[in-house]
């Protein structure tokens, strides 16, 4: 069953995604008895080093009334073009240390193939399309501003 | 015309503002661009995309009074 039409979801999250929301989030899938296939992917904030300091987090900001409105966007599209039975979608916001994670989709399907597509297309458009900004916070104070490849 | 701007991200670093409402003449989004680099010359080194009551629309179309801008840098999400 395609579900749409329903409310606009809440994606952002203060901080960073929880493990046990995401174990949470798998285990009430297990009454739903039509899903075959779950993926998942889960964005986590890597310490990179740049001109000889490290990433210690990032401060997520967004426009986030643009950001619900993509969101909501990219969701329609996902169950227009996919076969799926549910999905979901959380990004962290404020500050996200290095190792954990700020972003967590979620696609369930019958099959594999739908799920496994579609969670990659939501990941794709959520980067492209939603106006998310991450400041890069270094050790020493400083920081600098992400940009998505 | 009175428009209400927002900058986001890194574009605040040279606004040093989150929020402004800005008395011009009407303008297309193109003009808007020169109007905010006139304003903010320091813009000229940035990348941005500017967004009309939450959407991107064909540079000369003219933005209504009252439209709600926000001027965006590049995404970060994920």
């Known amino acids: 069953m395609i579900k749409k039409d329903k409310p606009k979801k809440k994606v952002f999250v203060e901080g960073p995604i929880l493990p046990e929301k995401i174990a949470n989030s798998i285990a009430h899938h297990q009454v739903k008895t039509n899903i075959g296939a779950h993926d998942i992917f889960l964005g986590q904030v890597r310490a990179d080093e740049i001109d000889g300091k490290i990433v210690q ?9 643009m950001a619900e409105e993509k969101f909501h966007e990219i969701r329609e599209a996902a169950f227009d073009k996919f ?10 916001k404020g500050i996200v240390k290095s190792g ?22 939501l990941v794709e458009e959520i980067k492209a399309k939603v106006p998310i ?3 890069e916070l270094f050790e020493d104070d400083s920081h600098q501003w992400k940009v998505n490849k | 015309m009175t428009y209400s ?15 402004e409402r800005l008395n011009c003449e009407l303008s297309t989004v193109k003009g808007m661009k020169e109007a905010l680099l006139k304003k903010y010359p320091t813009l000229r080194n940035e990348t941005f995309k ?24 590049p995404f970060a999400g994920g």
Do not use: Q, W
């Not at chain 1, 987090?57 to 426009?63: E, F, G, K, N, R």
């Open chain 1, 57 to 65: 987090a990032i401060d997520y900001s967004a426009y986030e009334d």
């Open chain 1, 83 to 92: 076969e799926l039975t549910c999905l979901h979608i959380y990004h962290s």
């Open chain 1, 100 to 121: 954990e994670i700020c972003l967590f989709v979620f696609t369930s399907s019958k099959h594999r193939n739908m799920a496994m597509d579609a969670c990659r297309f």
């Open chain 1, 133 to 135: 900004f991450g400041k």
């Open chain 2, 5 to 19: 701007i927002y900058y986001f991200g890194k574009i605040t670093e040279h606004t040093n503002c989150n929020y």
């Open chain 2, 50 to 73: 500017i967004a009309v009551n939450k959407n991107f629309i064909d540079e000369e179309i003219l933005i209504a009074n009252d439209s709600e801008i926000a001027v965006l840098p």
